[in-house]
């Protein structure tokens, strides 16, 4: 009784059947793994790395980006991933907080020098801390307190007072000694 009911559907002309373009890809290296994004090209690389790619490691730092939670280095110097599209990404290489230890797992300096020092408060501001903090360690391999004081990051902790003495047993080379 069903298959009586049954209606058949015509099938619609050629004509009418567009497929899509086919849209630019923009490749980018994140954390030296290649990516390649079809989608919209201004959007903005913290939705990219957040809500496609699942690293959430960098944080939403507001209207902004006041705070350097959401650091990101971009061919080694630290940019906002909220004020940077992927179309200006093409064919460059951006590490995020992800990216900072070994393939083996070996925390970078920076990070092991942040658990020493016991430099992570609510641990909201700790990635954007380590992109920046990074970044002065390759540009000044002993920085002074005022090279520290000079970095984006805001801490509503208080733990600004541990994060230079951690960023400063990273530089004498002392992480995860006692």
């Known amino acids: 009784m069903l298959a009586a009911q049954a209606q058949v559907l015509p099938i619609a002309p050629e004509h009418t059947i567009v497929p899509d373009k086919v849209r630019a890809a923009i490749d980018v290296l994140i954390n030296g793994e290649h990516f390649r994004h079809t989608g919209d090209p201004k959007l903005p690389l913290l939705w990219y790395l957040r809500d496609v790619l699942r690293l959430t490691g960098t944080k939403i730092a507001g209207e902004l980006a006041s705070s350097g939670a959401d650091l990101v280095l971009v061919a080694g110097k630290p940019v906002p991933a909220a004020g940077v ?23 970078h300096p920076l990070q092991q020098a942040f658990i020493d020092e016991d430099a ?38 208080g733990c600004q007072t541990r994060v230079r003495r951690a960023i400063k047993r990273a530089a004498a080379g002392k992480a995860n000694v006692a």
């Open 85 to 107: 599209t992927i179309e200006q990404l093409a064919g460059r290489e951006v590490l995020t907080v992800e990216g900072l230890a070994a393939n083996d797992g070996t925390l």
């Open 120 to 157: 992570i408060g609510c641990g909201y501001c700790t990635p954007g801390w380590l992109i920046s903090g990074v970044a002065l360690l390759q540009r000044k391999p002993q920085p002074t307190d005022d090279d520290i004081d000079q970095l984006p990051n805001v801490c509503r902790c």
